[in-house]
């Protein structure tokens, strides 16, 4: 399968599980899109990001955008804001799109809480991290998983859980919506 139909069989697959899909040219068009979805579903009060685990010099452009457009964002100490949080930015190591599934992993909590306590979950994956399936990727994923206490997360939509009676909930253990940034370069 060549990668525009591997970009389009995950584009498909992670549209049908509730993700929603933004195609991005470059980190600062993913930033921006970011900082324009934090103002359109926030108030001022709640206009805040998390960005873990991103290079200082990245973390410093998005912190200077998102001051001109009055958001706060942070980096580190997230348990500290995990109330205040409106979306949560990360960036994910793989997308597989048999499932539409994202994979990140971090051995850190400020990462592991980015994706869960925020209500949006913004992730930026590159185009060429997109493989067919998961066992084209078993290698890479299990890379990824070497070390012993490492964290891996496969995300695949937001947050939903059914109850005894089959009754569907969006939300209650994590983001209500999962946006997913395709880069492009």
């Known amino acids: 399968m060549n990668n525009t139909s591997v970009t389009d069989q995950f584009i498909e697959t992670a549209t049908a599980a509730s993700a929603r899909i933004h195609r991005v040219n470059s980190l600062e068009e993913a930033f921006q899109s970011t900082l324009d979805l934090c103002k359109s579903a926030t108030n001022s009060e709640q206009s805040m990001i998390a960005a873990p685990e991103f290079e200082e010099s990245e973390f410093a452009r998005f912190q200077g955008l998102a001051k001109d457009k009055g958001v706060t964002l ?98 209650v253990h994590g983001p209500l919506e999962l946006h997913i940034m395709l880069l492009e370069k």
């Open 74 to 171: 942070i980096k580190e100490r997230l348990r500290d804001h995990a109330n205040g949080i409106a979306i949560g930015f990360t960036r994910a190591d793989l997308g597989i799109a048999e499932t539409g599934t994202l994979v990140v992993s971090s051995n850190s909590e400020d990462l592991r809480l980015a994706t869960m306590v925020s209500d949006i979950h913004v992730a930026v994956v590159k185009m060429s991290d997109i493989g067919a399936c998961a066992l084209d990727m078993a290698d890479k994923i299990r890379a990824l998983t070497t070390n012993p206490s490492s964290y891996t997360a496969f995300i695949t939509g937001p947050s939903r859980t059914a109850d005894i009676e089959r009754v569907l909930a969006i939300g």
